[in-house]
């Protein structure tokens, strides 16, 4: 039996961009008249696909539609077939997002009956649709219901046998049960919102930590449970991979980075130092820092504040990472990235507070950021200068147009600039439709707040970028020309979304460099 999602996609609006002969690839056929790229792109507040799930009996050759309720304009994010074969699981959203139903269905007779359903006043996180494992008698569930993302088992009735976790942190990732002792086992951040760990549950309910050094560790067991791979990390440790078994004890490293290391002690690596301060609204923001090699108290450096503050999302995380912030770092720079509110890892009150209004606290607290760094004594207050890619390319420009001028430069790579440009499943999730939430939308747009612009900004989009279109780009810099705004921009013609290809990405981050070294 094979099951299937059907979208339908009549109704769906196009979008279209131009295709350039360009070069790697070059397109040949494009040499004298561009070609042009129509697909389909359903814009916040826009008709979504019409989906249905379908079975096909390998033996009769019969496909089948099943008969799961769902509202017109609906979603069906996951099907998976559970340990029963009469027993297709279908997990259904609200277009609203905030109405998760599980239903169990015959794949023969179609029939669909509601297993679970979850609501939330804001929304339902989509990490819930892969923490969803089937066993014989029961399923794991996620859920915020509590304000913090904890894991539930259920019967396959229905019925809710006991939460398993429960406190102020997060499970992270359900990583599987153990039938033979009763035993579950998930990472969490219940030492810190910045570190993750690999625990176990007993079937007394005692919880045992098998990770044991601090960081960032993910698991990925044996099917049998008994053993697992643990991959970890720290700020300025390189990932080590060891064997390990389900009590946690290193049976062999099977990935150690001891070359790796040696090289990068040699090279002066400039470590991350993480800190935490509080905003003048009282809220208390985790960061971290980049100094340069040679750093010296008695100086005062120009500072580059890194982000992408998306919601739930996390960028301040004990865990290993090299890019080119390190390498301004070299330069010069202080460099600094702090997750604000709308961010992962704090519970749901601190990630959902930006709900229908996107954009604002998050920028608040990137010039508090800033407001905060200009009192450190080693911090040139007059020389700040941000940037973000995607959700930290709009948030680049929100906060250099927040009202306060903090930001002597900053570049926006890729950036939405409207909520009206961007997609139903992302942007109405966070911010609803433009019908219901029109003035939401106005306050969370780059565009209507362009007036207020401060600093030397530098726009880059990727003229071919199906996920943030590069109309997002075209009207904010039409709206700064008519407001008498000066502004760089670069464009790439046939890029999409990560910009690249070809001597792409190293143009881009030339580009990037001499900018801030040209403008701090």
Same mark, same amino acid.
């Given at each position: 039996?094979?099951?299937?999602?059907?979208?339908?996609?009549?109704?769906?609006?196009?979008?279209?961009?131009?295709?350039?002969?360009?070069?790697?690839?070059?397109?040949?056929?494009?040499?004298?008249?561009?070609?042009?790229?129509?697909?389909?792109?359903?814009?916040?507040?826009?008709?979504?696909?019409?989906?249905?799930?379908?079975?096909?009996?390998?033996?009769?050759?019969?496909?089948?539609?099943?008969?799961?309720?769902?509202?017109?304009?609906?979603?069906?994010?996951?099907?998976?077939?559970?340990?029963?074969?009469?027993?297709?699981?279908?997990?259904?959203?609200?277009?609203?997002?905030?109405?998760?139903?599980?239903?169990?269905?015959?794949?023969?007779?179609?029939?669909?009956?509601?297993?679970?359903?979850?609501?939330?006043?804001?929304?339902?996180?989509?990490?819930?649709?892969?923490?969803?494992?089937?066993?014989?008698?029961?399923?794991?569930?996620?859920?915020?219901?509590?304000?913090?993302?904890?894991?539930?088992?259920?019967?396959?009735?229905?019925? !809710?046998? /006991?939460?398993?976790?429960?406190? #102020?942190?997060?499970? =992270? +990732? %359900?990583?599987?049960?153990?039938?033979? @002792? &009763?035993?579950?086992?998930?990472?969490?951040?219940?030492?810190?919102?910045?570190?993750?760990?690999?625990?176990?549950?007993?079937?007394?309910?005692?919880?045992?930590?098998?990770?044991?050094?601090?960081?960032?560790?993910?698991?990925?067991?044996?099917?049998?449970?008994?053993?697992?791979?643990?991959?970890?990390?720290?700020?300025?440790?390189?990932?080590?991979?060891?064997?390990?078994?389900?009590?946690?004890?290193?049976?062999?490293?099977?990935?150690?980075?001891?070359? !790796?290391? /040696?090289?990068?002690?040699?090279? #002066?690596?400039?470590? =991350? +130092? %993480?800190?935490?301060?509080?905003?003048? @609204? &009282?809220?208390?923001?985790?960061?971290?820092?980049?100094?340069?090699?040679?750093?010296?108290?008695?100086?005062?450096?120009?500072?580059?504040?890194?982000?992408?503050?998306?919601?739930?999302?996390?960028?301040?995380?004990?865990?290993?990472?090299?890019?080119?912030?390190?390498?301004?770092?070299?330069?010069?720079?202080?460099?600094?990235?702090?997750?604000?509110?709308?961010?992962?890892?704090?519970?749901?009150?601190?990630?959902?507070?930006?709900?229908?209004?996107?954009?604002?606290?998050?920028?608040?607290?990137?010039?508090?950021?800033?407001?905060?760094?200009?009192?450190?004594?080693?911090?040139?207050?007059?020389?700040?200068?941000?940037?973000?890619?995607?959700?930290?390319?709009?948030?680049?420009?929100?906060?250099?147009?927040?009202?306060?001028?903090?930001?002597?430069?900053?570049?926006?790579?890729?950036?939405?600039?409207?909520?009206?440009?961007?997609?139903?499943?992302?942007?109405?999730?966070?911010?609803?439709?433009?019908?219901?939430?029109?003035?939401?939308?106005?306050?969370?747009?780059?565009?209507?707040?362009?007036?207020?612009?401060?600093?030397?900004?530098?726009?880059?989009?990727?003229?071919?970028?199906?996920?943030?279109?590069?109309?997002?780009?075209?009207?904010?810099?039409?709206?700064?020309?008519?407001?008498?705004?000066?502004?760089?921009?670069?464009?790439?013609?046939?890029?999409?979304?990560?910009?690249?290809?070809?001597?792409?990405?190293?143009?881009?981050?030339?580009?990037?460099?001499?900018?801030?070294?040209?403008?701090?």
């Amino acid at each position: 039996m094979l099951a299937f999602i059907r979208f339908d996609e009549s109704q769906v609006p196009s979008y279209s961009f131009p295709l350039f002969a360009g070069q790697a690839p070059h397109i040949s056929a494009f040499e004298k008249y561009p070609g042009e790229y129509t697909y389909k792109y359903p814009k916040t507040g826009e008709a979504n696909s019409k989906v249905s799930v379908h079975t096909f009996d390998i033996k009769t050759k019969v496909t089948r539609k099943m008969q799961v309720p769902l509202d017109e304009d609906g979603y069906i994010p996951r099907i998976r077939f559970t340990q029963d074969p009469n027993k297709l699981a279908i997990m259904t959203l609200n277009r609203h997002q905030n109405r998760l139903d599980l239903y169990f269905g015959d794949p023969r007779s179609t029939v669909c009956k509601l297993a679970l359903r979850d609501e939330s006043d804001t929304y339902i996180n989509e990490s819930v649709f892969d923490n969803i494992v089937f066993y014989p008698e029961h399923f794991s569930f996620v859920s915020e219901r509590s304000g913090f993302n904890h894991l539930y088992w259920y019967s396959m009735g229905g019925n !809710l046998v /006991k939460q398993v976790t429960d406190g #102020q942190y997060e499970v =992270k +990732e %359900f990583l599987g049960y153990a039938p033979e @002792e &009763g035993a579950f086992y998930f990472t969490s951040n219940e030492e810190s919102p910045m570190r993750t760990a690999v625990y176990k549950i007993d079937r007394k309910g005692k919880k045992i930590k098998l990770s044991t050094k601090e960081g960032t560790n993910s698991a990925q067991f044996s099917t049998d449970m008994k053993y697992f791979m643990n991959r970890y990390s720290n700020a300025n440790t390189p990932t080590v991979i060891t064997l390990n078994d389900n009590t946690g004890k290193v049976l062999t490293t099977l990935v150690d980075n001891a070359s !790796l290391k /040696k090289k990068l002690a040699a090279c #002066q690596m400039p470590q =991350k +130092e %993480f800190f935490t301060f509080q905003t003048s @609204e &009282g809220v208390k923001l985790n960061g971290w820092m980049l100094k340069p090699a040679n750093f010296s108290a008695s100086t005062k450096y120009p500072v580059i504040q890194y982000q992408y503050s998306g919601p739930g999302s996390q960028e301040v995380k004990d865990a290993f990472n090299i890019s080119w912030e390190n390498y301004m770092a070299s330069q010069g720079y202080i460099v600094v990235c702090v997750d604000g509110r709308g961010t992962g890892g704090r519970g749901a009150e601190f990630a959902k507070c930006t709900y229908l209004n996107l954009g604002v606290k998050e920028a608040r607290d990137q010039v508090e950021t800033a407001l905060y760094l200009g009192t450190l004594p080693y911090v040139d207050k007059n020389r700040i200068g941000i940037w973000g890619w995607s959700f930290g390319g709009y948030m680049t420009l929100m906060s250099m147009s927040e009202g306060r001028p903090v930001f002597k430069a900053g570049v926006a790579v890729a950036a939405v600039t409207d909520w009206n440009y961007y997609d139903t499943i992302y942007g109405e999730r966070f911010m609803r439709t433009p019908k219901e939430n029109g003035e939401g939308y106005k306050t969370s747009s780059a565009i209507t707040r362009a007036d207020k612009l401060s600093g030397n900004l530098l726009l880059v989009h990727g003229m071919a970028d199906d996920n943030v279109h590069y109309q997002n780009c075209a009207e904010y810099a039409e709206q700064l020309v008519q407001l008498g705004k000066q502004f760089d921009m670069q464009i790439y013609t046939n890029r999409n979304h990560s910009i690249f290809g070809g001597n792409t990405r190293l143009h881009l981050y030339t580009k990037l460099t001499n900018f801030f070294k040209n403008n701090l």
